[in-house]
């Protein structure tokens, strides 16, 4: 029974390895997926001790990684960061950390800002009073702050044809 379980233990951290190969998860991703092989949960709690003591599982480049593509790439605010890191499995001490030291007030600003000037063009032919509440609710499901939405509310200027920023 002892090398049945072995056995087992080895493939199943063979597969886990083959999966962190391909993309970087966390332990509760990897867990995810692991379960869903339908691995017992002693066998993946080991795996995934070794996995993280080995440094295959790295959920603080992880949470970087995220939050520089989530303020660069999809725009969206540090709240909505926040909330998709620990649904992500990254404990919150840690998602604070990096939010706080990694994504500012100033940049929440620049990323809201740009996202709004995408969100105008799809708006050309919408009335004043209505691009601002599309907008304003666009930056409030993009987890924008409600200081950085009423901020760059303010900064729009929706009688210039240019809609500059």
Do not use: W
Not at 45 to 56: A, D, Q, R
Not at 102 to 123: C, G, P, V
């Amino acid at each position: 029974m002892s090398r049945n379980s072995d056995d087992s233990q080895a493939k199943l951290l063979s597969t886990a390895l083959n999966i962190l190969s391909r993309s970087a998860l966390t332990a509760k991703e990897l867990s995810t997926r692991l379960r869903k092989r339908k691995a017992q949960t002693a066998e993946i709690e080991n795996v995934l001790n070794y996995c993280l003591k080995s440094g295959y599982i790295d959920e603080r480049a992880i949470a970087e990684d995220y939050v520089r593509r989530g303020k660069k790439v999809r725009l969206i605010g540090r709240f909505l960061l926040k909330c998709e890191l620990i649904r992500k499995g990254i404990p919150e001490s840690i998602t604070q950390e990096i939010i706080e030291s990694s994504y500012t007030i100033d940049e929440e600003r620049n990323a809201a800002r740009s996202f709004a000037r995408q969100k105008l063009k799809s708006l050309a032919n919408q009335e004043l009073k209505v691009k601002y509440r599309r907008i304003g609710a666009a930056l409030g499901r993009r987890g924008f702050q409600s200081e950085v939405i009423a901020g760059t509310l303010r900064e729009i200027n929706l009688d210039d044809p240019e809609l500059e920023l």
